[in-house]
């Protein structure tokens, strides 16, 4: 019996450690719950909403949850981000109309350094607000390791819809929609 | 013009020189010290992650890892150190860029396998050894031969005093 216990020890050791590799395999994968919850209809409350971020090209820190009340079209970005790029000057003149129906963009960078954020807000001339998520940790909140994702959020805080890839008209609709109805 | 004769003793005069070598080799000192810490970008980009890539940045290749290297450009010629260029790094990218695991949460076991692996072997150690040194002796005493009978080593004895 104890010639065993080894034999059978180690092989229970090499699938613990087996066990923990594909676990941090799926870990590191990017969270889809948020996804799968807006495809059945259910609007998840938008996550890490309390969290402080500091303001972008400004002083301070502000939460998503700061604009509650408002319509929010929560952008990630970043200057290294092509798409990024193209999206900004539409989201720009959309902020335009979204303003007169209470309503607002908010981009916030991923990991990008501020001094390239900054020059990108001049070079875009975005007048939309914008926070900074240095370490990565609110954009993973949302799922978001790919740039540019929006998400549509309504005035009770709620995440009605979502874009992962570059932003499209029928997305900014909806939100505009949902801006001039509640 | 005459010059003017130096009446200072001999002692005097050495002391000075000893003083005045003193100084150059000082300053000389704190010129290549400060050469060799001024940090370059290969050095800082082995130590980082392209924090998109999720690779060490000095074999990264992609927009965001040019940026990265060029914010830490900015920082050598700005004459910032080693450490002072981590923490702008981590200021601007979070702790990620540091490529370090978290102590916390599943980051943490890359501190704690390491150190249960160490401990299992030395525990398998343990266990085997006084085992393997009953098995040992066990060998080393069949290994040994066994004693002669008296008549046959008297017989021996006296052949091996036929030799002598």
């Known amino acids: ?182 | 013009m005459s010059r003017r004769p130096t009446n200072r003793p001999p002692a005097a005069r050495s002391l000075l020189l000893l003083l005045l070598a003193c100084a150059a080799f000082a300053g000389a000192t704190a010129v290549a010290a400060h050469a060799a810490a001024r940090p370059s970008l290969p050095t800082i980009e082995r130590q980082v992650m392209c924090v998109t890539c999720k690779i060490p940045l000095n074999v990264a290749q992609s927009v965001q890892a040019d940026r990265e290297r060029a914010f830490i450009q900015r920082l050598i010629d700005e004459g910032r150190s080693e450490p002072a260029i981590r923490r702008a790094l981590v200021a601007q990218y979070g702790p990620a860029v540091l490529g370090l695991p978290s102590a916390s949460g599943f980051d943490l076991s890359a501190y704690l396998v390491p150190l249960a692996v160490v401990l299992a072997l030395l525990g398998v150690l343990l266990a085997l050894l006084p085992r393997w040194r009953r098995r040992a002796r066990a060998q080393a005493a069949l290994a040994a031969p066994a004693p002669l009978p008296a008549k046959d080593s008297a017989r021996l004895d006296a052949d091996l005093a036929r030799f002598d």
């Open chain 1, 1 to 182: 019996m104890r010639r065993r216990a080894l034999p059978i020890l180690a092989a229970l050791v090499g699938a613990g450690l087996i066990a923990l590799l594909v676990y941090g395999v799926t870990a590191q994968s990017a969270n889809r719950s948020l996804d799968e919850l807006v495809a059945r209809g259910r609007h998840p409350v938008a996550p890490e909403s309390s969290r402080a971020l500091p303001v972008l090209g400004g002083h301070g820190v502000r939460p998503l949850a700061a604009l509650r009340g408002k319509v929010v079209v929560l952008n990630f970005w970043a200057s290294w981000c092509e798409p990024c790029q193209v999206e900004a000057p539409l989201l720009e003149r959309f902020q335009a109309r979204l303003l007169r129906h209470g309503g607002t963009v908010l981009g916030v960078t991923y990991l990008d350094a501020a001094p390239d954020s900054e020059s990108f807000l001049r070079r875009y001339k975005l007048t939309y607000p914008n926070l900074r998520d240095n370490a990565g940790t609110f954009a993973h909140a949302y799922g978001t390791n790919q740039l540019p994702e929006s998400f549509l959020i309504d005035r009770s805080g709620r995440i009605v819809a979502l874009s992962r890839g570059e932003i499209e008209a029928p997305f900014l609709d909806n939100a505009l929609r949902l801006a001039e109805s509640s």
